[in-house]
């Protein structure tokens, strides 16, 4: 039986338009033969790159061993392409030709790698959101802003969304159970030029309705944290005896 192989671009994604000059070329390949999955650090890989797809030329191996690989003179505000050839000695496959662009001078490059991953399932409700931050040349000085929502055509800025300077936010408010949510960030340099990540989506876990609004949290904020503020003992010995605490 002839084995199945996908490969996937994992940074650049196909068609990325705003790609660091200083960024690495990263891919996974899935092979399958049989009932029997290979490890993809079974392969040893050949990566072509060039300026158009009838001039890519080997930049790496053959017999790299890793899924990365740095070009180190990508130029601002151009198109490449690229594609991997993987063996292992019993298979070998190509990928599609994939492309990029690098991202225009000035401007920052795309917030990445986002946390939870993009399509990721069964996500906490209490979770932060985590992305790698812009990097290289036109990054400095970057504050991000946060849109977030349950579709791709409503997300909105949250409260303490804008303006960030580090790269994470945390929700204002629990999350749903069993819910998807869509998110972005954008990325504004001290020269106010904006790049935009592309859209992310996660789906919730079946969380307890009971935790996040049966008396167990006031205003979003744990009763652990609001517990110093409450008057009175009594109130606060019902508190513990309701939600669990010691």
């Known amino acids: 039986m002839?084995?199945?192989?996908?490969?996937?671009?994992?940074?650049?994604?196909?068609?990325?338009?705003?790609?660091?000059?200083?960024?690495?070329?990263?891919?996974?390949?899935?092979?399958?033969?049989?009932?029997?999955?290979?490890?993809?650090?079974?392969?040893?890989?050949?990566?072509?790159?060039?300026?158009?797809?009838?001039?890519?030329?080997?930049?790496?191996?053959?017999?790299?061993?890793?899924?990365?690989?740095?070009?180190?003179?990508?130029?601002?505000?151009?198109?490449?392409?690229?594609?991997?050839?993987?063996?292992?000695?019993?298979?070998?496959?190509?990928?599609?030709?994939?492309?990029?662009?690098?991202?225009?001078?000035?401007?920052?490059?795309?917030?990445?790698?986002?946390?939870?991953?993009d399509g990721a399932t069964e996500v906490a409700g209490d979770i932060a959101l985590r992305w790698s931050p812009s990097e290289g040349a036109g990054s400095e000085g970057v504050t991000y802003t946060v849109y977030f929502g349950t579709t791709s055509q409503n997300m909105t800025v949250p409260s303490g969304g804008a303006g960030i300077t580090v790269p994470h936010l945390t929700p204002p408010q629990p999350l749903k159970g069993k819910t998807l949510y869509f998110w972005r960030v954008e990325a504004t340099n001290d020269r106010g030029n904006t790049t935009s990540s592309v859209v992310w989506s996660f789906r919730t876990m079946e969380i307890d309705e009971s935790l996040s609004s049966g008396g167990c949290v006031l205003g979003g904020a744990s009763p652990w944290a609001v517990l110093p503020l409450l008057a009175g003992l009594s109130l606060v010995a019902r508190f513990r005896k309701r939600c669990g605490g010691n």
């Open 2 to 117: 002839a084995a199945e192989v996908a490969f996937t671009p994992v940074s650049p994604t196909n068609n990325q338009m705003d790609f660091p000059v200083t960024g690495s070329l990263r891919w996974s390949i899935t092979v399958t033969s049989g009932d029997e999955e290979i490890p993809e650090d079974a392969f040893t890989y050949e990566v072509f790159l060039g300026a158009t797809s009838q001039t890519m030329v080997p930049r790496a191996g053959p017999g790299y061993a890793a899924t990365l690989y740095t070009p180190g003179d990508l130029q601002v505000g151009r198109t490449y392409y690229w594609y991997v050839r993987a063996t292992n000695g019993e298979v070998t496959a190509t990928s599609d030709v994939w492309a990029f662009t690098t991202v225009a001078e000035g401007y920052p490059s795309a917030p990445h790698s986002p946390d939870p991953a």
